[in-house]
């Protein structure tokens, strides 16, 4: 029982302690019971729920399944468990003689279920947002056209158009996030960060000379082991977010460092409004804004840096931010150096 992943507590039918084993112990046995002789249920647990989930089992003599979500010894966050509470027989006569609980902490498997239930309510609505906004415009301007009206006829579609531009965006981000998921393989070769470098700023040029923004590519590192189409996208999106968060006039610096004997780093800094550090933690979720109007109006889908992460981490690399208010952002990605 000491090596069972799962806790497992027994108790009599007069709800006195049978057993129990380490993991249950590391859970929910505190060192001010343990030199106990007389330990009872509700000893260890004061939860109405589970104590009358025993009860009841002692009673009915079934089975019980119960999820309930308890405090621990391990950790300041309450987890989440499923018990399953069988009765103890006795092999002669049958005789219920006592409960035993097994507690499986379903903890992760909770916020999987979380973060799945978000992401599909994020994406709904970044889905909705756009689609409402084209069937607006749309009727709006099937509406004018039958009566005649082509004045706002070119105004409606260029709205429909950038909508349509924003949920194509929004898809294939949908679409790379799933890819990076079910299928993590990296097709490595030596690449040269310079040689991407300039191929990705030439071509997000002309959205920087719209905002009057200089690029300038710094630094010298010698060609490393990396997906090559995976460390495109990663630049790519990070040079994009620093130019539609960045304001007018400003310098976009994408720099090469060695981090040590078997590490690069590539930055990206700009000179942005910064990012608060409350922030920092939640700024590569999927979906995660800070803020969430302004975002939506420059174009962002919400993806871009949580596919950032997801590359870093494949490449079993990471990525960080370097960011406070009115003092510019600087994004590190740092890629381990394999021999071969």
Request: hydrophobic share 40%.
């Amino acid at each position: 029982m000491a090596s069972v992943q799962e806790g497992l507590f027994g108790v009599t039918s007069q709800e006195k302690v049978l057993f129990f084993n380490s993991r249950f112990g590391a859970y929910f046995i505190h060192q001010s019971l343990l030199n106990k002789t007389d330990l009872s249920l509700s000893d260890v647990f004061r939860k109405p729920q589970l104590y009358e989930a025993f009860r009841r089992v002692l009673e009915t003599k079934d089975t019980q399944k119960i999820t309930v979500k308890l405090n621990t010894l391990i950790d300041s966050q309450a987890r989440h468990f499923m018990i399953s509470l069988t009765p103890l027989r006795r092999a002669k006569d049958q005789e219920v003689y006592g409960v035993i609980g097994v507690f499986h902490d379903i903890t992760d498997i909770k916020l999987a279920e979380k973060i799945r239930i978000d992401f599909v309510e994020n994406a709904s609505h970044e889905l909705r947002t756009p689609l409402t906004s084209v069937k607006g415009y749309l009727d709006t301007a099937q509406e004018d056209i039958k009566n005649g009206q082509y004045q706002q006829a070119g105004q409606f579609l260029d709205i429909v158009s950038r909508n349509v531009t924003r949920l194509i965006e929004l898809v294939n981000d949908l679409l790379s996030l799933s890819t990076l998921d079910s299928n993590a393989e990296l097709k490595l070769e030596m690449m040269e960060p310079l040689v991407i470098s300039n191929q990705v700023v030439s071509e997000l040029a002309p959205m920087a000379a719209a905002k009057n923004q200089a690029i300038r590519i710094v630094g010298q590192v010698p060609p490393f082991l990396a997906d090559t189409s995976k460390v495109d996208q990663v630049l790519r999106n990070l040079v994009s977010n620093a130019i539609k968060y960045g304001p007018e006039g400003k310098m976009i610096q994408v720099r090469w460092e060695t981090g040590g004997p078997r590490t690069v780093l590539l930055k990206v800094i700009d000179e942005g409004p910064g990012i608060p550090e409350e922030h920092h933690s939640r700024l590569f979720e999927r979906f995660y804004r800070v803020d969430r109007g302004r975002s939506r109006d420059i174009g962002g889908t919400g993806l871009g840096l949580a596919i950032v992460k997801h590359i870093m981490e494949i490449h079993g690399g990471e990525v960080r931010v370097k960011s406070q208010p009115g003092q510019g952002s600087e994004f590190v990605c740092q890629f381990p150096v394999k021999n071969g």
